[in-house]
Nanobody, 126 residues
Framework: HVQLVESGGGSVQTGGSLRLSCAPSGLSVSDSSMAWFRQAPGKEREGVAAIVSDGSTEYADSVKTRFTISRDNAKNIAYLQMNSLKPEDTAMYYC?????????????????????WGQGTQVTVS
């Protein structure tokens, strides 16, 4: 049984930073495609960043120079470091995971590529 537990959300001022963590049970971050999505009120869920099993990363254009996705294989945790936060980054952030054998890395930004989801952590930038 796979579970993803996110943490690290909160409220920050414009220009501030947050680091989100995703701690999965039942799967290994090193063998999986791990991604972060976000959903703001009234908007569709959008892919923010992903890291695949070989360690390569993908980013949405809106966050490419500000956010960094990473993982700690020993701790089995995936992270999203968010710097220079803007009010438009305000959203519920979700961790997602899928076996690297199943996930199409070229479609990393599609929520349908992922079978496992966390409960979400709120990020508010004002």
């Amino acid at each position: 049984h796979v579970q993803l537990v996110e943490s690290g959300g909160g409220s920050v001022q414009t220009g501030g930073s947050l680091r989100l963590s995703c701690a999965p049970s039942g799967l290994s971050v090193s063998d999986s495609s791990m991604a972060w999505f976000r959903q703001a009120p009234g908007k569709e869920r959008e892919g923010v960043a992903a890291i695949v099993s070989d360690g390569s990363t993908e980013y949405a254009d809106s966050v490419k120079t500000r956010f960094t996705i990473s993982r700690d294989n020993a701790k089995n945790i995936a992270y999203l470091q968010m710097n220079s936060l803007k009010p438009e980054d305000t959203a519920m952030y979700y961790c997602a995971a899928q076996s690297s054998f199943v996930c199409n890395r070229h479609m990393w930004y599609l929520s349908t590529e992922y079978s496992y989801w966390g409960q979400g952590t709120q990020v508010t930038v004002s």
